[in-house]
């Protein structure tokens, strides 16, 4: 099975250990694009993934099936095919598999950076996340009724809680355009600790949140800091999906120079 992997092409390379991208859950590779561009005029060398069934990978078929092990399996197909250990960056459902994969396979990742990532005793479903992936055909209904707006429409939602009031309706209609389908399975999969706590960390591990972020809220980030007995930080950004939002350059900025020490 191929998975698109997409990279830039810095000049000068800066980093011994290059960067590694893996989206969140509907994404794929293209949401990085903007990250890659940044990074290449800095000298860092880095790359975007996409997992089975989104973007450009294959596996279309198997998505609707497809497991936190299966998304485990595509993550170290492709680290094992780097000439370098990567650091890997997991965005929301991203790092939920990111956390995962550190049970048995440590020994091939640099570094995890966990960016407005699912927090590590899994998703509360009494959140906005939690209500979206145990209940995905009630999510609408629910949160009209939790922010008491019957005629909220899914359009608004995305942009006030995912993505950005400052996004366009036709800006939106593209977006949702690329978004990919999700498995059914990794729902249920999402809703439970993504390591057992005997499972201990012997790589460096950031976990970094997003100011705007309305779904990864600082107590949820704060949760994953002590699982991992480390700080949080935070950057900038408008939305859970900072990296395609219209201020995308001043959260890179801030995750470029968080990244710099690890990069040798």
């Not at 995962?100 to 590590?120: F, G, M, P, T, Y």
């Not at 960390?201 to 990864?216: A, F, H, T």
């Amino acid at each position: 099975m191929k998975l698109e992997l997409i990279q830039n092409h810095p000049l000068h390379i800066i980093n011994r250990y290059p960067l590694l991208f893996l989206h969140g859950a509907a994404g794929a590779a293209w949401n990085f694009k903007g990250y890659l561009d940044y990074l290449e005029t800095q000298g860092v060398f880095a790359y975007a993934m996409s997992l089975r069934g989104h973007g450009l990978s294959d596996g279309e078929d198997l998505v609707d099936h497809a497991t936190m092990d299966d998304y485990v399996y595509d993550l170290i197909h492709v680290v094992e095919q780097l000439e370098e250990k990567p650091i890997v960056i997991g965005h929301s459902m991203g790092g939920a598999i990111l956390q995962r994969s550190l049970k048995d396979h440590q020994e091939l990742i640099h570094a995890a950076v966990l960016l407005s990532s699912a927090n590590a005793n899994g998703i509360d479903p009494n959140t906005p996340l939690g209500i979206f992936f145990s209940q995905g055909t009630q999510f609408l209904r629910d949160m009209r009724q939790t922010l008491n707006e019957p005629k909220l429409g899914i359009d608004e939602l995305l942009r006030r809680y995912v993505l950005s009031s400052k996004i366009t309706e036709e800006e939106m209609k593209v977006l949702r355009s690329k978004l990919s389908k999700e498995s059914k399975v990794i729902k249920k999969d999402l809703l439970k600790p993504f390591l057992p706590l005997e499972v201990n960390i012997s790589i460096p591990i950031l976990v970094v949140g997003c100011l705007g972020d309305l779904i990864i809220t600082p107590d949820k980030l704060e949760e994953t800091a002590h699982r991992y007995q480390t700080i949080v930080h935070m950057i900038p950004g408008e939305s859970h999906f900072l990296m395609i939002d219209k201020n995308y350059l001043e959260s890179i900025q801030a995750l470029n120079g968080l990244l710099r020490p690890l990069y040798l």
